[in-house]
């Protein structure tokens, strides 16, 4: 008795199940098919899933049931290299039925619009109003502009339009997007100013706008987002200075402004930047200092102001840097020596000051030099000198030349002196390079072989020394 009622619960249940695969209302099912249709290589995806949400699954297509009715509901569609069967026709096109689909939460078309032209439309940020996740990307073929209305997306927490080929300016309406968490739109052709209503992203986190045609001068109002972890505005034009009031964004993690025109000085506020792990500077007309405040920012890993027009010297307190792993600084004004210490710092593995105006004598440890072999550059420091008889010979072809009176002695006047050593015998090193790169004139396995020559004649003078 008690297993035919078991039995009968089963059937039920199985028999409420099979309903439950034609409850879809017949608006919602066509519609995705009609997408599905504007996007994939199979006239035949109907035929073959004719329950997209039950019975015939797919896995680019993930559904909800929803209350009174429990009707299935398409909450999710994703098209992308992960799914290569079928793979998106050559005509993929952005089909409108998919405002049929009005429970859509989630909408990802990756690397599908490759040849046919499609832009986004209007009514794609007004009428799904449960969307919270929105991405099209890598999409060579998405072109024109961002709709204006794009504000009215009032759900989206990820908004991403990274590498397509969208042109115009970032929509005003942006500023209404209070719950967006992410935002990407690098790797397209936006042009115009980064708009001041980004300010009302009370939500943002990561804000991503790099390699892009952007103009004009940071917003101002960039500060108020409290939560930003992750700021990229590289490769634009943007222009003016940085916001004084930037470094109140205590959470900031990364900052990357690189590649555009921004001038300097980094603002003392920066002080304030605890978490701050990145900051890639380089490419842009600071022409300002390093700040000593720098050396404060204890959980920095990687700085970049390479090619910033920076002057002045090489602050020791970077040296309080303990997870530093990679410092450029080259192609600035750099002047004065370099920190002995920065070869101590324990994770250092790319240290990058060439081209500059640096001087002294250089004194890192062998097994430092050793360690970063070809990332350890110090080219073109024409006062710059080494006082080590063995190695920095990862440059022993270019810079930093070697200084005469080399014996390791540490007295002031004998310093002095090899400076004077160090500057007397560069100009030949340096013609020589010079004339190699830009005439005919000098044969490079005689370069060579003086340098050969020379290093013999360093070695043998070393070992009198010893002998004596
Ligand atoms: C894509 O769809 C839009 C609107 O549905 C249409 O105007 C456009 O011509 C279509 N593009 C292609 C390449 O089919
Ligand atoms: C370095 O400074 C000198 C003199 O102030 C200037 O002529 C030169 O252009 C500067 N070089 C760089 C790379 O900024
Ligand atoms: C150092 O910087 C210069 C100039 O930006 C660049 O050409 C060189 O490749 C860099 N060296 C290393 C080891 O990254
Ligand atoms: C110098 O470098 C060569 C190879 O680059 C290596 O074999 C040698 O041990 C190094 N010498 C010292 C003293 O570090
Ligand atoms: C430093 O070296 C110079 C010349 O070699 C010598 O005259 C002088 O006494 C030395 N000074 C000290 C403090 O050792
Ligand atoms: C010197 O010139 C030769 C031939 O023109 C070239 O192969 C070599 O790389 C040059 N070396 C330097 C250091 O510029």
Redesign the pocket.
Known sequence: MASLSLFLFALSLLSSNCFATQDMEDQELLGLFQVMGSLLDDPDWPQAHPFPCSDTPWPGVKCEIGQSPPFFHVTKIHIGPDILDPPCKISANLSHSLLNLPYLKSLSIFNCFTSSSVALFPALFESLSYLEHLALQSNPSLSGEIPSNLGNAASLRVLTLSQNNLNGEIPKSIGGLVFLEQLDLSYNKLSGEVPQSVGGLKSLSILDLSWNALEGELPSSLPQLQLLQKIDLGSNQLQGKIPLNLGMLKKLVLLDLSHNFINGPIPQSFEGLDNLEYLILDHNPLKSVVPFFIGSLEKLTSISLSECGIEGPIPTSLSSLKTLTALSLANNNLSGPIPPELGKLPNLDLLNLSHNQLSGQLSFP?EFV?KLGKRLDLRENYELCSREK??I?VHSDETPTYCLNSNGGTNESEEQQRREDCKSIKPDWKNQWEDNSSTTTSNPSLDKNLMLAFCAFVVAVVLCFCLL
């Open positions: 062998n050793k063995n190695n010979s």
